[in-house]
């Protein structure tokens, strides 16, 4: 029975890879027809209508011809250019503004880097598109690291509250949407593996409660957990590093079949204790594990504790890398396989090499699930001020276009209501897979340091910590940087940058003060070393912040409606609470002594 259902899988492994191959192979005819069904759909829409008039001949016009009047008329637009059809539609406005189909649900974006949340329009066509990229995902990662059908995956999500808008739409976190989908229990069934826990724990709305029943549900069904997953690497080391507080309380539980105080919501107590049942036999291995990995400081924890899992699954790329010493650390031997490249607005591209470390992974762009257009960027001239972006752009060129080796932001036409949508995210091309591109993400525009004519990016910061990171590792082995983020302090002159650290262990000043110092010399771009030079830039300021700082500012986002599961930290921020938090809670200050 079990070989026949295991023949059945790896048939339908072959048949949603066997369709991705073939798109893929056509990738630019793919496109030209997928503009052609998006226009199709929604020639009607009142925002389409104010550029491309009344289009009665789409279908008759030959698809080269339709791509080029499009992107000829359409002009690229911001979120901001189209907000006040998004909030028409909120307050209820039921004609035809961005698609011919009423729209009755809105995504929230994080704002965790933006500094606030948007409303995207979320419909059916976001919930297939994410069921489809679950099953293609699961295909390739099969191939390298096949699971048990029926299997168990311990997965750290959580959903928000959904709200009603003034005209009655629902809004809510696109994962929030995705989870309480039809579609989620479709994909379950589809990929035959099942998420340890339910649904109660999933939408319980108090992300802590659901963290210690994934971990105690996980537990409890050790020897099944195929894979450990979630949204972010980010929420896998809170998970983990929760775990090394509460391990003690787990055990109990699992022991005593009981369920900790902790848990005060009736609706996820009662949904827990249907399942756990009193374990004394696991509870001792799991003491017993976790007691030798304590000893060790967590090293390889989590194979210790789920020998039977094959990987860990999470999105691992751009802000989320800094993370991934530590989630190594946690798992051992077991691969990491970053999950694919999507974003609030539209799912982009697929893992097609799961065995690829997460550093080095690409992305082969999905062509039928928008229509992707790519604005060539390259660096300003050294020096050169600019509106506070460090890009030049070229005109933008369809996906057939791309080149090797360049860099883009990506535009999106979406079945969903955007049109020639500028994302934000500049990726670069780093190949292609049959004639689709694969793409490595390399960082969010207009995310980036700047006091005058210095242009630093998230990319450059992060590599700038990597470079503080290893001074502390080379001289404080015992301590271990938490999480940090950065700000460009214009209150006193001249400006400087402040970053932020939390560290676990204890580290001498003298460390912390070199530092400070690697750090502020390792920054590259021309504009800041000649502002550094000539003191039209001040020493760079690091700020230890005690423990805890940075689950206080999660602890924030997620009291004004932020999901868990999109929670991202942000890497350079003006947003004056964050920076209240960050301040009320520096316990050291160090100055830079480089340049001096």
């Known amino acids: 029975m079990e070989a026949a259902a295991n023949e059945k899988s790896k048939d339908e492994d072959y048949g949603i890879i066997g369709w991705f191959e073939e798109v893929a192979e056509n990738a630019g005819e793919v496109q030209e027809q997928t503009l052609r069904r998006i226009l199709e759909q929604n020639c009607g829409a009142e925002y389409l209508k104010r550029w491309l008039g009344e289009m009665d001949n789409v279908q008759e016009m030959e698809a080269k011809d339709l791509e080029s009047v499009y992107r000829t008329l359409v002009p690229l637009a911001s979120h901001a250019d189209l907000e006040p059809y998004i909030q028409r539609i909120a307050d209820g406005d039921t004609s035809p503004l961005l698609t011919q189909q009423p729209i009755t649900t809105l995504s929230l974006s994080s704002g965790t880097t933006e500094g606030r949340q948007k409303y995207v329009p979320f419909t059916h066509h976001s919930s297939k598109t994410t069921l489809h990229i679950f099953r293609l995902a699961a295909a390739y990662r099969s191939r390298v690291y096949p699971i048990r059908q029926g299997g168990k995956i311990l997965e750290f999500i959580y959903s928000s509250k959904r709200l009603k808008t003034k005209g009655g739409l629902t809004v809510g976190t696109a994962t929030t949407h995705v989870f309480a989908s039809e579609e989620f229990k479709i994909r379950q069934q589809q990929t035959k593996s099942f998420t340890c826990s339910p649904e109660e724990v999933i939408s319980s709305g108090d992300y802590k409660q659901s963290n210690y029943c994934h971990l105690l549900l996980g537990l409890f069904f050790s020897d099944q957990v195929e894979f450990i997953a979630s949204t972010f690497a980010y929420t896998l080391v809170q998970a983990f590093r929760f775990f090394e507080e509460i391990w003690k309380d787990l055990c109990r539980d699992i022991r005593d079949g009981s369920l900790s105080p902790r848990i005060t919501s009736p609706t996820v107590r009662k949904s827990v204790s249907d399942v756990v049942a009193p374990a004394p036999g696991l509870a001792a291995r799991v003491a017993a594990a976790c007691e030798e990995a304590e000893a060790d400081g967590w090293l390889g924890v989590i194979p210790k504790l789920w020998p039977n899992a094959k990987y860990v699954f999470s999105i691992m790329t751009g802000s989320m890398q800094p993370y991934l010493k530590k989630l190594r650390h946690y798992a051992g031997e077991l691969p990491l396989v970053s999950a694919d490249y999507g974003s609030t607005e539209s799912w982009i591209g697929v893992n097609v090499d799961p065995s690829s470390p997460p550093e080095n ?20 001239n050294e ?77 450059d910061l992060q590599m700038v910590v990597e470079r503080g990171c290893q001074i502390l590792a080379a001289k404080a082995r015992a301590a271990e940087l938490v999480d940090f983020t950065s700000h460009a302090d214009l209150a006193s002159q001249p400006g400087h940058y402040v970053i932020y650290w939390e560290i676990k262990g204890e580290v001498e000043e003298r460390v912390l003060g070199d530092c400070c110092r690697e750090m502020d010399a390792a920054f590259v771009d021309h504009g800041y070393v000649v502002s550094r030079r000539t003191n039209s830039i001040g020493p760079l300021e690091l700020r230890i912040v005690e423990r805890g700082t940075f689950r206080k500012i999660l602890d924030y986002f997620v009291g004004n409606g932020v999901a868990v599961s999109q929670f991202k930290t942000p890497r350079c921020t003006g947003n004056q609470e964050l920076l209240k938090i960050l301040n009320v809670c520096t316990i050291q200050r160090f100055h830079s002594t480089a340049y001096c």
């Open 383 to 459: 020096g050169c001020g600019s509106d506070g972006d460090d890009f030049v752009e070229g005109d933008p060129v369809p996906l057939s276009g791309v080149e090797v080796g360049q860099q883009y932001e990506i535009v999106l036409t979406t079945f969903t209501g955007l049109y020639r949508y500028r994302l934000g995210d500049v990726v670069e091309v780093a190949g292609f897979y049959k004639s689709t591109p694969k793409l490595n993400f390399i960082c969010r525009r207009k995310l980036i340091l700047t006091v005058n004519i210095d242009k630093n990016t998230e990319k």
């Open 361 to 380: 992974v690409a992305f082969a762009v999905v062509p039928t699930f928008s229509y992707f257009e790519f604005i060539p960027l390259r660096l300003r």
